[in-house]
Nanobody, 128 residues
Framework: QVQLVESGGGMVQVGGSASLSCRASGLDLADYGIGWFRQDADNKLRELACIDSRDGKVYYDGSVKGRFTMSRDNGKNTFYLQMNDLRLLDAGVYYC?????????????????????WGEGAQVTVSS
């Protein structure tokens, strides 16, 4: 049974840092494209960062580039999102996602409908 289990997040002040992890079971992350999403106030899932399954290259949405870092540890079957210099607009529920063989096209992370496997979500609250 495939499962993505998230941990981390919490409450942080503006300018602070937080981290998320997503541990996979029932699949080998080395074969998967993976991504991090945030559910915004309009309930839409916004792609923040992703890793191409083919070459391991990391891509970021412009809103988080330079502040967020996505990484993967295949040995632990876990991937991470380190978030620095958090802003009020970064607040929301963060989801990890994975899809076998998923690649990145045109330098933009795949949209949410490209993924079949999802974590349960982790809340990140940013206060001023």
């Amino acid at each position: 049974q495939v499962q993505l289990v998230e941990s981390g997040g919490g409450m942080v002040q503006v300018g602070g840092s937080a981290s998320l992890s997503c541990r996979a079971s029932g699949l080998d992350l080395a074969d998967y494209g993976i991504g991090w999403f945030r559910q915004d106030a309009d309930n839409k899932l916004r792609e923040l960062a992703c890793i191409d399954s083919r070459d391991g290259k990391v891509y970021y949405d412009g809103s988080v580039k330079g502040r967020f870092t996505m990484s993967r540890d295949n040995g632990k079957n876990t991937f991470y999102l380190q978030m620095n210099d958090l802003r009020l607009l970064d607040a929301g529920v963060y989801y990890c996602a994975a899809e076998v063989g998923l690649g990145v096209v045109g330098g933009h992370c795949p949209r949410d409908w490209s993924y079949d496997e999802w974590g349960e979500g982790a809340q990140v609250t940013v206060s001023s």
